[in-house]
Structure formats: C-alpha cells, structure tokens
C-alpha cells in the first residue's frame, strides 16, 4: 500500500492574481498565529532571512486573504528562487502565475 503525506492532500492557497499582493516592501509584519506558530509574529521583511521566512510561511498556511494583504508582488518576484518550499505549493503558484517560473530561470541561466 502507498503511503500517503498530509503535505500530499493539504489545500494550500493561491490568490487569484498577484495584482491582489499589496503588502509593504520593507518593514515589520505581524503573521496570525495560525500562519506562524512560534511566540514571535512580527517579522521584519526589510532582513533577507526574515523575508523568507515570512513569504515561506505565508505560501504554505496563508490563506487567500492574509496573502493578499501581507505579500508584496515585487519582493516575492524577488525571493522566489530562493524559497524552500514542499514542491505542490511550489507548483500551484507557477501553474497560476507563470511568470514566477521564469523567474526561476533567469537566475539559472
């Protein structure tokens, strides 16, 4: 019998367009506790590692309305290829957003 993951049937979340990102650029957010888990929430995006940490989270608990409002299109153009991601979440928002694909291989080139 094949195994089956939680990571292999969970829904994850894609927002529809990513004109609907319009979270700050810099500065510190809060992510809800169910995005975050850990004590502290508020995250400093203006840090790279924070920033990652932060778009990681958000792309994998994040539904489509705290996306929306805590995300930013251009830092998360930015950071794409450089977030570890379970590859569904991965894949999800390559099949809607294209764009962020060739991101990706830009940098490979």
Same mark, same amino acid.
């Given at each position: 019998?094949?195994?089956?993951?939680?990571?292999?049937?969970?829904?994850?979340?894609?927002?529809?367009? %990513?004109?609907?990102?319009?979270?700050?650029?810099?500065?510190?957010?809060? %992510?809800?506790?169910?995005?975050?888990?850990?004590?502290?929430?508020?995250?400093?995006?203006?840090?790279?590692?924070?920033?990652?940490?932060?778009?990681? !989270?958000?792309?994998?608990?994040?539904?489509?309305?705290? @996306?929306? @409002?805590?995300?930013?299109?251009?830092?998360?153009?930015?950071?794409?290829? @450089?977030?570890? %991601?379970? @590859?569904?979440?991965?894949?999800?928002?390559? !099949?809607?957003?294209?764009?962020?694909?060739?991101?990706?291989?830009? %940098?490979?080139?």
């Amino acid at each position: 019998m094949d195994r089956i993951r939680f990571r292999d049937i969970k829904p994850y979340c894609v927002v529809t367009s %990513l004109d609907d990102l319009r979270g700050p650029e810099r500065g510190v957010i809060h %992510l809800p506790h169910w995005v975050r888990w850990q004590d502290d929430k508020d995250v400093d995006i203006s840090d790279l590692g924070g920033a990652r940490m932060a778009y990681q !989270a958000l792309l994998a608990e994040g539904d489509e309305a705290v @996306q929306a @409002q805590l995300l930013n299109r251009r830092v998360l153009r930015r950071l794409w290829p @450089q977030l570890h %991601l379970d @590859q569904r979440v991965r894949d999800l928002w390559e !099949a809607q957003f294209p764009e962020l694909s060739s991101t990706d291989d830009q %940098l490979r080139s």
